[in-house]
């Protein structure tokens, strides 16, 4: 009689163990493929697009304040064609050399922009990214997004 007093309550902790059980290996597996990419070190062209970004964030910055100079222009764009990309990814050869030519002659835009249209000049630079972007590499877009700055 004891016995079947407790039976509901050892089939319901039964069945949370063994829900929890299931739910478990997939975080497991998800956690061992992150630390498998993370182990891989990224391109030439990963790391250049991420000096990029850096790059374009220190102007944003510099762009709030209101400072009177902009950050060192960044010679590294000069390897945007030379770069490797990651294994496995597709560099279109006709489109990805516009782009990347729009890219840098709006670099060179803002750097020669007056104070007054800095603001313009850098969105159209981060528009030249989300462009690139929405053809090649599609993952950065939210990140562009955040890039743009209010005009005044």
């Known amino acids: 009689m004891h016995f079947r007093n407790h039976l509901p309550v050892l089939i319901i902790i039964v069945a949370m163990v063994s829900c929890f059980a299931e739910r478990a290996e997939p975080v497991a597996q998800a956690k061992a493929e992150v630390s498998e990419q993370d182990v891989t070190p990224p391109s030439e ?8 970004a850096a790059h374009a964030d220190s102007v944003k910055v510099g762009l709030a304040r ?3 100079n902009l950050p060192p222009y960044p010679e590294e ?3 945007l ?3 490797t990309p990651t ?4 560099i279109d050869p006709i489109t990805y050399p516009t782009f990347g030519k729009d890219y840098q002659q709006k670099v060179s ?4 922009a ?7 000049a850098y969105n159209a630079l981060v528009q030249s990214c989300a462009n690139c ?10 990140r562009i997004k955040k890039m743009y700055v209010a005009v005044k």
């Open 133 to 142: 972007h929405g053809t090649h590499c599609p993952g950065p877009l939210m």
């Open 114 to 120: 007056a104070k007054k249209d800095r603001a313009y």
């Open 45 to 52: 062209l990963a790391l250049l697009m991420r000096h990029m």
């Open 81 to 83: 064609f030379t770069a």
């Open 87 to 90: 294994a496995d990814m597709h």
């Open 77 to 79: 764009i000069t390897t």
């Open 66 to 68: 209101g400072d009177k």
């Open 109 to 112: 835009a803002l750097y020669s």
